[in-house]
């Protein structure tokens, strides 16, 4: 069985080059349900939020100049009861936004990881690795305006308008002042945005400097700390981080002014709703009553516009988000769309008809016009001295890169027409250096799988693992990551990643230089491996070690760009 071919629309493939920002979070599934239900609540709560106003209205116009003792309780009651609805409605519309939000970013999150691994090797190397941190980082920044904003805005800001005719109701030509102070607030906010979206991109580029150049230190802090070259380090981080910091401050400047402003334009509009609105009363077209529900509905309509304007000056970020999400859902795939499903039993011959490669960015081909078929079970020899040659070979087999012209066969199959995005257990490469991920030993060996742990300890007795392992103080808990090296030989941590790759009995084992980091005592069990799964599996050795080669039914080397049969 091939499997299900039909292909799933995941979430961060909304992010093409033709989307918006929203586009993200309106393609989820139940999108259209969720929605529907948040404007219905909405609705109500702006309803009950009237109660309030109404409610003092009715205390200074009619309960207090008639002394109604009894209609006072119960629109006491009433009122408290729209409050307490209003309240708990409240609670519910931010539980199910957050909800929504918390499950776009996983959703998506999930899926950006996905779409990272299922990318062009070319493609994610274009970028450093900062880079791509910072466009991961965009899935939070989103979510952030999905949850605090987005909705509460669209959801509450048509309710504005309903206050404000609410106050067209009770006093006539009064709504014009808070109505000129709404329009005044926004053309504020335009020439605050000026400032702000020049800041943001400003801390943006900034940012993502200083980014690069901590994870390069961290990688390198062994070097850094040989060369004496701490600091130099320091001085470089501290220019970066002045230039960080004058940087925010003009961010946090104008992030700052649409609610000062606010806060003081509230202020005016409710001073100067009693102003006008006494005159009024004491003309005697506006009760007391009415001029105190236009007060409160005079500030409650300037809320979700605050909300709205806060939103407008920050929106810059929303649509710088989408644009790095945007980077991401362009890369494209290593695997057509559409392409079945990689066999899951191959025998293992490995064959490239008329194979030529060269990088994205250079015009000289690294392999030009190459041949080579290895039959199921044969053990090949590959001599070279330029290693990106070699390795770009070993890595055309391996299907992560494509050529430019000609053809790679796995057992009769074009790799690039089948789904080889999971090839672990038929097809193993082990590189150069080895790399263990944050774990134990024995983690890293069964890959994180527990119904792999017999398989795993057998692998690494194959590997004569056993007895070193043992010396340390956690034996096979011990825990493991990329500062492994320091206190792990590299000989031990090659042999353990050439454990991980055989506990799935691999058909296609390809070693790029593998016995590079070994030390005597693992090139000698590495020798004994090799000859142990000679005629077992098809075996493919990039390695100028003249014992290693000697295992070789046929020995080639790269010459220039091409490949020769030596014997």
């Not at 906010?189 to 800041?199: D, L, T, W």
């Not at 100067?272 to 009415?290: H, K, P, R, S, Y």
Request: negative net charge; contains cysteine; aromatic residues 10%.
């Amino acid at each position: 069985m091939l499997g299900n071919t039909e292909k799933i629309k995941k979430p961060i493939e909304s992010f093409d080059k033709g989307s918006n920002w929203l586009t993200g979070l309106v393609s989820l599934p139940h999108f259209a349900e969720n929605a529907f239900d948040l404007m219905l609540v909405s609705a109500v709560i702006n309803i009950l939020t009237l109660a309030l106003p109404l409610t003092l209205m009715q205390v200074y116009d009619r309960i207090i100049p008639n002394s109604g003792i009894s209609t006072l309780t119960w629109l006491l009651i009433g009122c408290s009861v729209a409050l307490l609805l209003e309240a708990i409605l409240r609670v519910c519309r931010a539980f199910i936004i957050n909800w929504m939000a918390a499950r776009f970013e996983h959703l998506v999150g999930c899926s950006t990881v996905e779409k990272i691994l299922a990318s062009r090797l070319p493609d994610f190397e274009k970028d450093e690795v900062g880079v791509h941190l910072d466009r991961f980082s965009a899935v939070s920044t989103l979510r952030g305006f999905y949850a605090g904003q987005v909705f509460q805005i669209l959801l509450d800001v048509p309710f504005a308008a309903l206050f404000l005719l609410a106050i067209w109701y009770l006093a006539g030509g009064l709504v014009f002042f808070p109505v000129s102070i709404v329009i005044f607030y926004f053309i504020l906010i335009y020439f605050f945005r000026i400032g702000f979206h020049s800041s943001r991109r400003e801390q943006i580029t900034i940012n993502d400097r200083r980014s690069n150049f901590i994870i390069e230190l961290l990688e390198s802090i062994h070097l850094a700390k040989a060369m004496t070259f701490e600091e130099e380090m320091l001085r470089r981080y501290e220019r970066l981080q002045a230039s960080g910091a004058d940087t925010n401050l003009k961010v946090t400047f104008w992030g700052m002014l649409p609610s000062n402003v606010g806060v003081l334009l509230s202020q005016i509009t409710m001073f100067g709703l009693i102003g006008l609105g006494a005159m009024d009363v004491i003309g005697g077209t506006l009760t007391v009553g009415g001029l105190t529900a236009c007060t409160l509905l005079g500030g409650r309509a300037l809320q979700p516009i605050q909300s709205a304007a806060g939103f407008w000056l920050r929106f810059s970020d929303a649509e710088i988000a989408h644009s790095k999400l945007q980077k991401i859902a362009t890369m494209e795939d290593e695997v057509e769309s559409g392409s079945l499903p990689f066999p899951d039993d191959i025998e293992g011959t490995v064959e490239l008809k008329n194979v030529s490669y060269k990088f994205y960015s250079s015009e000289t081909l690294l392999l030009d016009d190459v041949n080579l078929k290895v039959v199921a079970k044969e053990t090949i020899g590959i001599m070279g001295q330029d290693s990106v040659r070699t390795t770009s070979l070993l890595c055309l087999m391996l299907g992560i890169l494509k050529p430019e012209s000609g053809i790679v066969l796995i057992d009769d199959f074009d790799i690039s027409k089948w789904d080889h995005s999971n090839l672990r257990g038929r097809i193993e490469y082990l590189p150069q250096t080895g790399t263990l991920f944050n774990g134990t030993i024995l983690e890293n060996i069964s890959m994180f799988d527990e119904n792999r742990t017999a398989a795993a300890l057998d692998a690494a007795a194959l590997l004569k693992l056993d007895d070193h392992i043992a010396n340390l103080p956690m034996g096979y808990e011990t825990q493991t990551g990329s500062q492994a090296a320091s206190f792990l030989p590299s000989g031990l941590i090659q042999r353990i990643c050439i454990a991980r790759a055989l506990v799935l009995r691999p058909r296609i084992l390809l070693f790029d230089r593998t016995n590079s980091a070994m030390d005597q005592e693992s090139l000698e069990i590495f020798h004994s491996l090799l000859e142990y799964l000679k005629n077992k599996c098809t075996m493919v050795m990039v390695t100028n070690q003249p014992n290693l080669l000697t295992l070789a039914d046929t020995v080639y080397e790269v010459v220039g760009d091409t490949l020769e049969d030596l014997f």
